[in-house]
């Protein structure tokens, strides 16, 4: 691990991921990056973390890969080679999106400020994204001559509509507080970033509480939802729900019905 993320896995069984680079404005430095894979890997093992949440320290959530530890920032120079560029973005920040997008547990990112480029995606690929009035989410691919990595020419669309991706995209467009929300880039906004991270630990603490495992499978089903056709999905749901049936959570939770009471799910 490093000093740059903080990993705390509390007693509602919620994993904070907590970006602690505040004199960079919570830019990825290659150890950030890769000290956040292995960390969300480890969520995906580790049987007690039933939820993940990821916040920054300071006034910035993520200002994107840090330009200095890329390997773009060495373009045009002598010795430089074009495919280091593919290799590390397949090994670096696209395994990133990647670990998040799939993980079988529910997602949270509370965007306490500033989020630029792969900063915004590592947002967007959790499954809920709380912001405050003054968070922004920007993009400045095209200021730098570069192409949209991280992930964003697959998530943006899905979230926005092409049309707006292309604006975000091509144009720099960015989107702030409610805006984000009315767009489809967040779940809610709340009143200042104090109130992100409250809420954003309300709400992983309640998905904790929750039947992950089938929290989990009908995740699966709803990001693949735009990759298949209404044949497969319907395929996935009938072999998914069988794997629900053999969690202890349903029955669990048809007990409680029947109680009328409250389930105590395990996630198991």
């Not at 997602?107 to 967007?124: C, E, F, I, Q, S």
């Not at 979230?159 to 809610?188: F, I, S, T, W």
């Not at 629900?244 to 389930?263: N, Q, V």
Request: charged share 25%; net charge negative; aromatic share 6%.
């Amino acid at each position: 691990m490093t000093t740059q993320l903080r990993v705390e896995v509390g007693d509602d069984h919620v994993a904070v991921l907590t970006l602690d680079r505040p004199e960079a404005k919570n830019a990825l430095s290659i150890e950030m990056r890769d000290a956040l894979v292995a960390a969300v890997r480890d969520c995906r093992a580790d049987a007690d973390v039933r939820a993940v949440l990821i916040t920054g320290v300071g006034d910035a959530f993520c200002a994107g890969m840090d330009l200095g530890a890329s390997t773009v920032s060495r373009a045009g120079g002598e010795g430089f080679e074009t495919r280091s560029t593919s290799e590390a973005l397949r090994v670096g920040v696209q395994s990133l999106i990647r670990e998040l997008w799939e993980l079988d547990k529910p997602t949270v990112a509370a965007v306490n400020g500033v989020a630029v480029g792969p900063g915004a995606h590592l947002a967007l690929a959790c499954d809920f994204v709380v912001v405050h009035e003054r968070t922004r989410f920007l993009w400045s691919f095209a200021k730098w001559g570069l192409v949209v990595d991280a992930g964003g020419a697959y998530l943006l669309p899905r979230l926005v509509g092409l049309p707006r991706a292309k604006a975000m995209v091509l144009l720099g467009e960015g989107a702030a507080g409610q805006e984000a929300v009315d767009m489809g880039l967040a779940y809610r906004c709340v009143a200042n970033a104090d109130a992100v991270w409250t809420d954003g630990r309300a709400l992983a603490a309640r998905l904790a509480a929750g039947p992950t495992r089938s929290l989990g499978l009908s995740k699966q089903l709803l990001n693949r939802s735009f990759d298949t056709d209404l044949a497969t999905s319907l395929e996935l749901e009938a072999a998914y729900q069988s794997l629900a049936t053999t969690s202890g959570d349903l029955a669990e939770g048809m007990a409680a019905f029947k109680e009328k009471r409250d389930p105590r799910f395990t996630g198991r």
